[in-house]
């Protein structure tokens, strides 16, 4: 299975980018849909979107506006933007492997918390 | 979006006890359904898919069973290290949705 690492800044202030980089390691960025996944404190899951290497994504459509993915194939890395960001977007960042075959996210980096305040 | 509903949201249990989780969908996934163990502090762990398919490395204790709208996850003998809150998914559509969780305590 492969590994991931999601890094970034741990602090944002309102109305400002959240940026986060997830590397990828032990396996090619070509071989699954690549998805982020958030999970505010002492909450559930919410799925934020994916994207194929070829740049193919999808979102979800409660956050697709505020939502910029991209993979860096060179790097083997893949990165989340989101904008105008709010105190409801403090979250523990998941990047996570989807599996086109099984349909599960079967790998998971550890997470990155973000926490919007000023 | 498709809507998922799990119960109960917690409960007690003791080590050996079977336990049974259900999940229920807002409409029919067919059977795109995964279910997920989630520890403190730790990402999420792909148990099952396709509604009833062991990931590589679970033990046979979790069995999932179901199809359409009604789902459960069953723990056949609880575990010390079974102790955790699962989440069920579904990827028939996107976005892809969660369950609310359902924590399993020590009695």
């Known amino acids: 299975q492969v590994q991931l690492q999601e890094s970034g800044p741990g602090l944002v202030k309102p109305s400002e980018t959240l940026s986060l980089t997830c590397t990828v390691s032990d396996g090619s960025i070509r071989n699954y849909y690549w998805s982020w996944i958030r999970q505010p404190p002492g909450k559930g899951l919410e799925w934020i979107g994916y994207?194929?290497?070829?740049?193919?994504?999808f979102h979800n459509p409660s956050l697709r506006s505020r939502v910029t993915m991209s993979v860096d194939t060179s790097k083997n890395q893949i990165s989340l933007k989101l904008s105008s960001v709010t105190a409801a977007d403090t979250a523990v960042y998941y990047c996570a492997s989807y599996n086109s075959d099984s349909y599960g996210f079967d790998s998971w980096g550890q997470g990155a918390l973000v926490t919007v305040s000023s | 979006d498709i809507q998922m509903t799990q119960s109960p949201s917690s409960l007690s249990a003791s080590v050996g006890d079977r336990v049974t989780i259900t999940c229920r969908a807002s409409?029919?996934?067919?059977?795109?359904l995964n279910w997920y163990q989630q520890k403190p502090g730790k990402p999420p762990k792909l148990l099952i898919f396709?509604?009833?398919s062991l990931q590589s490395g679970v033990p046979s204790r979790f069995r999932g069973s179901g199809s359409g709208t009604d789902f459960t996850l069953t723990v056949t003998s609880l575990q010390p290290e079974d102790f955790a809150t699962y989440y069920c998914?579904?990827?028939?559509?996107?976005?892809?949705?969660f369950g609310q969780g359902t924590k399993v305590e020590i009695k």
């Open positions: 998914q579904q990827s028939y559509s996107t976005p892809r949705t």
């Open positions: 396709g509604a009833s």
């Open positions: 409409q029919d996934v067919n059977s795109y």
């Open positions: 994207m194929f290497y070829t740049g193919s994504t």
